[in-house]
C-alpha cells in the first residue's frame, strides 16, 4: 500500500478525483472486483488526504507551527509587526483586504512589513524532516488561498439557501459577488460533494423568483470558471438539466449566463460529448436566433466549442443550425464568429446541402467582397470549396461573381495562405468546366 501512495505523489488532486471516480464505479458496479482494485482505490483516497493535509494523524502538530488564520502547518512564517507570526500567504491576503490590525491581538498595526521568521522556519524544517514529511510549498497565488473563515462563510451561505425566499435571495446575491470576486470561494466547492445540491436546491421549486434565478446560475457560471469544477459540473445530470431549464425559461440576463457556464464548462472534450447529448444545443440555437443581444454572443461561443467534435456537428445540423446562421448573417449580426461556427459544419454533408439549399453562396461571396476580416474572408472561401466539390451546379453563381468583381481572383491573390489555395483551388475547378449548362 505504502508503495501504491508513492507513486501517487505529485499526481494533481483532479486527476487523482477522476482515479478515484473510475475506480469506485468500476468497484461498486461489478460483484467480483478485485482486491487490487480496492487496494486502489484507498491508496487513491489517501493520496487525495495527503494532498488536503500532509500531516499523518499520528503526528500531532505543534502549536506553534500553525498559522493562526489556517490553523495548517506554516510553509513560509513571518513576523508581524504585533510580534505574532503567521504564515505569508495568509496574512498577506489579510493586509490586502485592507486589514491594518493583528488577526490575534487586534492590535494597529504601526506597518504591514512582513519579517522573515527563519528561527521557526528551521524548527518546522527540522521536525518534518525528523518524521519524513514533506513541507508544503508557499502559495503562488494569494487569491487561491483558502481559510478556515472562507469555510465557514461558504457554509453558513449554503445553510441560508434552504431557508425562507428572502433569505434565499440574499444568500444567492452574497454568493454572485463572492464567486466572482474571490477564487478561493471557487476553490472550495470542489472539496464537497453536497455543495452544489445545496446551492442548487432552491431552483427546484415551481416557480423561481426571477433573481434568485439568474443570482444561482450567475453563480454556476462564476465557480466554473475553476479548472477543477467543470468536469465534475458536466458530470452532474441536474446541474446541466437546470442550466438547460435557465435556457429556456430564464429573464434574458439569466439565460445569457446560462450559455456562458455552458460554454465554459465545453472546454473539457469530454464534456462537450456530455453537453451534446444533453440537448443543450437545439436551445442554444432557439437563444441565437431570438435576437437578443446580451445572449447571441454567448450562445454562439458555446455552439461553437460544443461542434469542436463530430458528434455534435450532427447535432447542431439537425437542430437547424444553417437557416438560423445564414438568417443572422444576413442581417449582419455577429458574422465572423457565425462564420466560424459555419466552417465547421460545412465538413457534415447535410450542412452542406441545406447551405445550398439556402441560397449561402451569394452571401458568402458577398462576405469576401465587403468584410476586413482575413479569418472571416478564409472561412467563406473553404466554405465556399467544399460547396463547389459537392454540387457543381453552384459554380455558375461564382462564374458570374468572378465576371462581375473577380472576387476569388483577387482573394487568390492577397489572402491568407489558406485562403490563397481554397480561392485557386475554385478557380481551377471553374477553368476545368467551361460548359455550367445543367440539365434535369
Known amino acids: 500500500m505504502a508503495k501504491r501512495e508513492q507513486r501517487l505523489r505529485g499526481v494533481s488532486a483532479?486527476?487523482?478525483?477522476?482515479?478515484?471516480?473510475?475506480?469506485?464505479?468500476?468497484?461498486?458496479?461489478?460483484?467480483?472486483?478485485?482486491?487490487?482494485?480496492?487496494?486502489?482505490?484507498?491508496?487513491?483516497l489517501s493520496s487525495l488526504k495527503h494532498l488536503k493535509s500532509p500531516i499523518p494523524d499520528d503526528f500531532p502538530l505543534p502549536p506553534q507551527f500553525r498559522c493562526p488564520i489556517s490553523?495548517?502547518?506554516?510553509?513560509?512564517?513571518?513576523?508581524?509587526?504585533?510580534?505574532?507570526?503567521?504564515?505569508?500567504?495568509?496574512?498577506?491576503?489579510?493586509?490586502?483586504?485592507?486589514?491594518?490590525?493583528?488577526?490575534?491581538?487586534?492590535?494597529?498595526?504601526?506597518?504591514?512589513?512582513?519579517?522573515?521568521?527563519?528561527?521557526?522556519r528551521d524548527m518546522i524544517l527540522l521536525w518534518c524532516r525528523d518524521r519524513g514529511i514533506d513541507l508544503p510549498n508557499p502559495?503562488?497565488?494569494?487569491?487561491?488561498?483558502?481559510?478556515?473563515?472562507?469555510?465557514?462563510?461558504?457554509?453558513?451561505?449554503?445553510?441560508?439557501?434552504?431557508?425562507s425566499v428572502p433569505d434565499q435571495k440574499e444568500a444567492a446575491k452574497e454568493l454572485r459577488l463572492l464567486t466572482k470576486r474571490m477564487p478561493s470561494i471557487r476553490t472550495l466547492v470542489g472539496e464537497s460533494s453536497d455543495t452544489i445540491p445545496l446551492l442548487l436546491s432552491p431552483l427546484a421549486a415551481a416557480s423561481t423568483d426571477p433573481d434568485l434565478h439568474e443570482d444561482l446560475i450567475t453563480t454556476v457560471l462564476n465557480l466554473s470558471i475553476h479548472d477543477d469544477n467543470k468536469k465534475s459540473f458536466a458530470e452532474d445530470p441536474a446541474l446541466i438539466s437546470l442550466l438547460i431549464d435557465a435556457l429556456k425559461c430564464g429573464t434574458i440576463q439569466t439565460r445569457s449566463n446560462a450559455a456562458a457556464a455552458i460554454f465554459t464548462l465545453s472546454a473539457i472534450d469530454s464534456n462537450k460529448h456530455i453537453i451534446g447529448e444533453?440537448?443543450?444545443?437545439?436551445?442554444?440555437?432557439?437563444?441565437?436566433?431570438?435576437?437578443?443581444?446580451?445572449?447571441?454572443?454567448?450562445?454562439?461561443?458555446?455552439?461553437?466549442?460544443?461542434?469542436?467534435?463530430?458528434?455534435?456537428?450532427?447535432?447542431?445540423?439537425?437542430?437547424?443550425?444553417?437557416?438560423?446562421i445564414l438568417n443572422k448573417m444576413m442581417d449582419h449580426i455577429l458574422v465572423d464568429e457565425l462564420l466560424a461556427i459555419l466552417a465547421l459544419l460545412s465538413s457534415h454533408p447535410k450542412a452542406v446541402e441545406e447551405m445550398g439549399d439556402f441560397d449561402a453562396v451569394p452571401l458568402l461571396l458577398g462576405v469576401i467582397r465587403e468584410s476586413t476580416s482575413e479569418r472571416s474572408k478564409e472561412n467563406c472561401v473553404a466554405i465556399l470549396y467544399t460547396i463547389c466539390f459537392s454540387d457543381r451546379t453552384k459554380l455558375k453563381e461564382i462564374r458570374e461573381e468572378e465576371k462581375a468583381n473577380g472576387t476569388l481572383t483577387k482573394?487568390?491573390?492577397?489572402?491568407?495562405?489558406?485562403?490563397?489555395?481554397?480561392?485557386?483551388?475554385?478557380?481551377?475547378?471553374?477553368?476545368?468546366?467551361?460548359?455550367?449548362?445543367?440539365?434535369?
Not at 141 to 162: G, I, M, P, W, Y
Open 71 to 120: 490553523t495548517q502547518l506554516m510553509s513560509d512564517p513571518v513576523i508581524l509587526s504585533t510580534g505574532q507570526t503567521y504564515d505569508r500567504p495568509f496574512i498577506q491576503r489579510w493586509l490586502n483586504e485592507g486589514h491594518r490590525t493583528c488577526p490575534q491581538t487586534q492590535q494597529v498595526l504601526s506597518h504591514t512589513i512582513l519579517t522573515p521568521n527563519y528561527l521557526v
Open 278 to 324: 444533453s440537448g443543450a444545443i437545439k436551445h442554444l440555437l432557439e437563444l441565437l436566433d431570438e435576437g437578443q443581444p446580451l445572449a447571441m454572443k454567448d450562445a454562439a461561443s458555446a455552439i461553437f466549442n460544443l461542434c469542436l467534435v463530430h458528434e455534435n456537428k450532427g447535432r447542431t445540423v439537425r437542430d437547424g443550425a444553417v437557416r438560423v
Open 411 to 440: 482573394l487568390g491573390k492577397c489572402g491568407t495562405s489558406r485562403a490563397k489555395r481554397k480561392a485557386n483551388g475554385i478557380l481551377e475547378r471553374l477553368n476545368r468546366s467551361p460548359s455550367l449548362t445543367h440539365t434535369a
Open 139 to 163: 502559495a503562488k497565488d494569494l487569491d487561491e488561498v483558502v481559510t478556515n473563515a472562507d469555510r465557514n462563510h461558504l457554509n453558513s451561505l449554503l445553510r441560508k439557501l434552504q431557508l
Open 14 to 44: 483532479s486527476e487523482l478525483k477522476e482515479k478515484l471516480r473510475e475506480l469506485v464505479k468500476s468497484i461498486v458496479d461489478s460483484d467480483d472486483y478485485t482486491l487490487e482494485a480496492a487496494d486502489e482505490a484507498i491508496a487513491t
